[in-house]
C-alpha cells in the first residue's frame, strides 16, 4: 500500500510541474494534480489573489482548489475532510462534482439539503462513484450555502485517450486548464445577507487585481508557436458571467459542459456560472505577449490598471506586459450555432410542448427573494434523498412544501422558464444530467435537430425564455437551480425528483458514513456551525441598507 501511495505522490508531482506558469513574484507554491482517489482537506487560510489579505475556505490550501485529473472510466473514490476553524465563515461543508451524473450514486451529488446532510468540523465523508461514458471538463465546488463563495471551488477533468477531435490540438493538460471566477473581500457570510453586492475583482487561474489595488501577480500562460493548446474555460464565479477572449487569437469551441460540439470558431465567448468550454487555441501569432480578457457584468468593469486580465506568452517573448489593444469581437460565441457531435438530436416527438412532461416556471423576485412558480426554495432539515428513503413518495409528502416536482421513470421533460424582475440572467444547471437547448434565450427559433447539449444555460433576461428537454433516467432528488450562488441561496431553485419510488433500487447502497452525516450535523452548537451569526448580519448593514430579513437565532445555517 506504502508503495502505491509513493508511486502516486511522484505521479503527482510530476504532473504538477505542467500547471500553468505563473509570475514568479507570487509566493503561493503550485498544487499537485490530484487522481481520481484521492482526499480534499477543507480548511482556512489567509491569501490575497488579488493583492488583498483575506481568511478564505480553500481545499489543500489553495486557489483555486488542486485540478483533480482522471481518465474516461475511471472510478473515483475522494475524502473530504473538513478542517475548518474560522467562525466568521461556516465551519461545515459539503462538495458536489458539477457535471457529473452520479447514476446510482445519488448520495455522493454533494448537494446538501438535497442528498446529504452537511460535513460537520472534524468530520470527513468519502465519495465513491464512477462517471462511465463521460469524458470533458468539470469543476467541483461546495454546496452548502454560499460557502464556494468564499473560495471553495477546482477544476475537474475526464481525459478521454480516444477523443474524436484529438487531432485538432497538440497539447491538453493541467497548463491548458484556465479557471475563471470572481472575487470577493468580504466573507460571503456576510454579503448574503445584502441584496445586489459586486464582486471585488475578477480572478484568472486564482489571481487577478482589484480597482484602486496593487499591481499584483497576473496569470501567465506559456504556449510555443506553431503550437495547438485545448485550453480548458472553467467559469468558477459566483455570480458574473464573462465576456472571454485573447488579443489577435481566435478560439475553436469544441466542448460545452462536457459535451463534445462541432468546432466552431469564435473570436470571444460569454461564460456564464458553473458552464465550461474547450476551445482550441492555434499558437500562430507573432512571438509576443498578448492580453487575456475577462470582462464581467457588472458596472464599470474595465481592463484598466489589468483588472479582468492575464497574459499569454509565447516562449520566447520578453516577461513584460503586453501591449496588445482590445478591439470589438466580430465573431461573438452564439448558443445557437453550437451544436452537439456525437448523437445529436433532443429526444421525444420535434415540437413544442409534444414531451411526456411539459414543465412551464417563471422565476419572480421580491425585495431580494426569489421565486419559482410563486414558491422560494427552502432548505429542508431533512435532506430530500433521506425523506425519499424514508418513505416519502408524493409531492405533498416532500419537503420543501411545493419545491418538489416529482417526475415519473423514463420519460421525456421539456422545460420551458422564463423570468421576471432584476437579477437576469440567471444561469440554470441541473444536476444529475445534461441537457438539449432547445431555445437558447434571446433565440427565435426551436431547434430539435440538432441543439447544443449542455448542463448550465442562461435563462436569458425578462421578456425571453429557454427551453431544454432531457430523459428521466437516473432516479432520485436533483437539484434544479440558479448558479448565481447568492440567487439559490434566496430562493432560485427547485428539485426534480425522479421515480421516488424507484430510488431506492436505483441507488448502489448509501455508505453508513452518509447515514450518520445528518445526525452528526444536527448536534453541531452554534459555534460548531460559525457562520458569524448576528455579528454577520451586522456587519451586511454597516454596507448596505438593502438587507435580507436578520437570521432567527444566534446561530445562522444555511
Not at 506558469?21 to 498544487?31: F, G, K, N, T
Not at 460545452?256 to 487555441?281: C, H, M, N
Request: hydrophobic share 40%; proline share 8%; aromatic share 8%.
Amino acid at each position: 500500500m506504502f508503495i502505491l501511495i509513493l508511486i502516486a505522490s511522484i505521479i503527482s508531482l510530476i504532473n504538477a510541474a505542467a500547471i500553468v506558469s505563473r509570475s514568479q513574484s507570487y509566493p503561493l507554491s503550485q498544487p499537485a494534480v490530484l487522481g481520481p482517489k484521492t482526499r480534499l482537506t477543507i480548511g482556512n487560510k489567509v491569501i490575497a489573489p488579488d493583492g488583498f489579505e483575506r481568511s478564505a475556505t480553500l481545499v489543500d490550501g489553495v486557489f483555486p482548489g488542486p485540478l483533480i485529473a482522471a481518465q474516461k472510466g475511471d472510478d473515483f473514490a475522494i475524502e473530504v475532510v473538513n478542517e475548518l476553524q474560522d467562525e466568521s465563515m461556516f465551519m461545515s461543508t459539503s462538495v458536489h462534482w458539477h457535471g457529473l451524473y452520479q447514476n446510482g450514486t445519488n448520495y455522493a451529488d454533494g448537494a446538501s439539503s438535497v442528498t446529504q446532510c452537511p460535513i460537520a468540523q472534524n468530520h470527513s465523508f468519502l465519495h465513491t462513484f464512477s462517471a462511465p461514458n463521460q469524458a470533458g471538463t468539470y469543476w467541483y465546488h461546495s454546496h452548502y450555502s454560499v460557502q464556494y463563495c468564499d473560495g471553495l471551488r477546482g477544476p475537474l477533468v475526464i481525459y478521454d485517450p480516444h477523443d474524436p477531435l484529438a487531432h485538432m490540438y497538440d497539447i491538453d493538460d493541467a497548463s491548458t486548464v484556465v479557471t475563471l471566477s470572481d472575487w470577493y473581500h468580504t466573507v460571503a457570510t456576510v454579503l448574503r445577507y445584502v441584496i445586489g453586492h459586486t464582486a471585488s475583482s475578477s480572478l484568472i487561474n486564482g489571481l487577478g487585481r482589484y480597482d484602486g489595488g496593487p499591481m499584483s501577480a497576473l496569470a501567465v500562460i506559456t504556449v510555443e508557436q506553431g503550437k495547438r493548446y485545448r485550453m480548458r474555460l472553467i467559469s468558477m464565479s459566483c455570480d458574473p458571467n464573462f465576456q472571454f477572449s485573447i488579443d489577435g487569437h481566435n478560439l475553436t469551441v469544441i466542448e460545452a459542459d462536457g459535451k463534445l460540439t462541432e468546432p466552431l470558431v469564435v473570436d470571444q465567448l460569454q461564460i456564464f456560472a458553473g458552464q465550461r468550454y474547450s476551445v482550441v487555441l492555434a499558437a500562430d501569432k507573432p512571438v509576443d505577449n498578448y492580453w487575456i480578457r475577462n470582462l464581467p457584468n457588472t458596472v464599470n468593469a474595465s481592463y484598466e490598471g489589468g483588472t479582468n486580465s492575464a497574459i499569454l506568452r509565447y516562449k520566447g517573448a520578453p516577461e513584460v506586459e503586453p501591449a496588445t489593444v482590445n478591439t470589438t469581437p466580430e465573431n461573438p460565441l452564439a448558443e445557437t450555432n453550437l451544436h452537439a457531435l456525437i448523437n445529436p438530436g433532443a429526444p421525444g416527438i420535434p415540437e413544442y410542448g409534444k414531451a411526456d412532461i411539459n414543465l412551464n416556471m417563471e422565476v419572480s423576485v421580491v425585495n431580494g427573494i426569489f421565486y419559482v412558480n410563486n414558491v422560494t426554495f427552502k432548505p429542508p432539515t431533512v435532506p430530500v434523498l433521506l425523506q425519499i428513503l424514508s418513505g416519502a413518495q408524493e409531492p405533498s409528502q416532500l419537503l420543501s412544501n411545493g419545491s418538489v416536482i416529482v417526475l415519473e421513470a423514463n420519460k421525456v421533460v421539456e422545460l420551458t422558464l422564463s423570468t421576471t424582475g432584476p437579477g437576469a440572467p440567471h444561469p440554470i444547471h441541473l444536476h444529475g444530467h445534461s441537457f438539449d437547448v432547445i431555445q437558447s434565450a434571446g433565440g427565435s427559433t426551436l431547434n430539435y435537430m440538432n441543439p447544443v447539449r449542455r448542463d448550465v444555460v442562461s435563462a436569458g433576461v425578462p421578456g425571453q425564455q429557454v427551453v431544454i428537454r432531457w430523459v428521466t433516467d437516473n432516479s432520485g432528488p436533483w437539484f434544479l437551480h440558479c448558479h448565481i450562488d447568492w440567487h439559490l441561496e434566496a430562493g432560485l431553485a427547485v428539485v426534480m425528483a425522479e421515480s421516488p419510488s424507484d430510488t431506492r433500487a436505483h441507488l448502489d447502497h448509501a455508505p453508513d458514513a452518509w447515514d450518520q452525516l445528518c445526525p452528526t450535523f444536527d448536534s453541531l452548537t452554534p459555534s460548531q456551525l460559525g457562520g458569524g451569526g448576528l455579528k454577520s448580519y451586522e456587519e451586511a448593514a454597516n454596507i448596505s441598507t438593502l438587507l435580507y430579513p436578520p437570521p432567527p437565532s444566534p446561530s445562522v445555517t444555511s
